[in-house]
């Protein structure tokens, strides 16, 4: 079936994207308070898409086993709060298999948990796998958040999941991650680029236009986001390794994501120019001064 005739039997899905540490999180919890909408943690088994070969049972529990050990070290099924024999059941009512409807069982799952019609998803590094998504789910929107480089830098050096310390490393990360994603989405009808910056201090017309380009109503409840957060982030379980030693409590993820609780502050826009020393400063636009300059930001 062509994919223009698939994409008009499901609704338009956003997927958030973008460089770590770029404000997805927030837009994640602006969009999930949509009476609408539904948006879990990050996933990453989307990823998982060209690999997951085979037909009929075999396939089903292949996808199945997949699905729910992803990422392998640090598995993330328990923050979605699905029973997974539930979510084999959804699994084998889908005759015949295929792994497009896997994944669309797993979200109207997840969905369905909050009694809504439609779900979406936000996981970053999704940037560098545009492509095999849309193959795979046609009517993927992908919503682009991009941040002042410098900035994403100074907020994601000490978490967990960073490339590095090195400002060299931080700023080639970011610009692999931009770039990536613009490469595969620009030109394309279903890729839209939205400024972190403008979602933090004009947040009710980006979200009027994220709206309009995943074809949803636009709802005031949205911009009190905040309000809903401390619930929603409870999803968000420790993490342990495969030796059962722990890699990340639960408060401790809780932290990282702690600003989403509370109204947008301006004061994270440009942060770097208090924070970021004059070395620093230089030496990530000796890496990635180039695309700094292409989006418009100061250099």
């Known amino acids: 079936m062509p994919s223009s005739e698939i994409e008009s039997q499901f609704a338009p899905m956003p997927i958030i994207v973008g460089s770590p540490r770029s404000g997805t999180t927030m837009l994640r919890l602006m969009l999930d308070s949509h009476p609408e909408l539904a948006i879990p943690p990050e996933t990453g088994f989307l990823a998982l898409a060209p690999k997951l070969r085979g037909t009929g049972d075999k396939l089903r529990e292949k996808f199945f086993r997949a699905v729910i050990n992803h990422p392998r070290t640090i598995p993330a099924w328990p923050d979605f709060d699905l029973p997974e024999n539930a979510f084999w059941a959804a699994l084998t009512d889908i005759v015949p298999f295929t792994v497009p409807e896997g994944f669309r069982a797993f ?29 795979v789910l046609p009517e993927a929107r992908f919503i682009h958040l991009i941040r002042d480089g410098r900035d ?39 890729y839209l680029e939205v400024r972190y910056e403008d979602l933090i201090l004009s947040t009710r017309l980006a979200l009027e236009r994220i709206c309009a380009f995943v074809g949803l109503s636009y709802e005031d409840v949205m911009l009190s986001y905040y309000t809903r957060a401390p619930e929603r982030l409870r999803e968000h379980k420790g993490r342990s390794r495969p ?32 924070s970021m020393v004059t070395d620093e400063r230089r030496r990530f636009q000796l890496v990635a001064g180039d695309l700094l300059k292409d989006l418009g930001y100061e250099v």
Not at 114 to 122: A, P, Q, V
Not at 243 to 257: I, K, M, Y
Not at 259 to 272: I, Q
């Open 107 to 135: 979200y109207r799952l997840y969905a369905q948990r909050f009694g809504k019609s439609r779900w979406g998803d936000k996981t970053p590094l999704y940037c560098l796998e545009l492509d095999a998504i849309r193959r």
């Open 152 to 190: 994403t830098a100074l907020s994601l050096r000490g978490m967990w999941f960073s490339p590095g310390w090195e400002i060299e490393t931080q700023a080639a990360y970011w610009r692999k991650c931009i770039l990536s994603a613009r490469r595969a989405g620009r030109g394309r009808p279903d």
């Open 243 to 274: 030796d059962g030693t722990t890699l990340l409590t639960r408060e401790q993820r809780f932290s990282q994501q702690k600003r989403t609780t509370e109204p947008p502050d301006p004061a994270c826009v440009l942060a770097w120019k208090r």
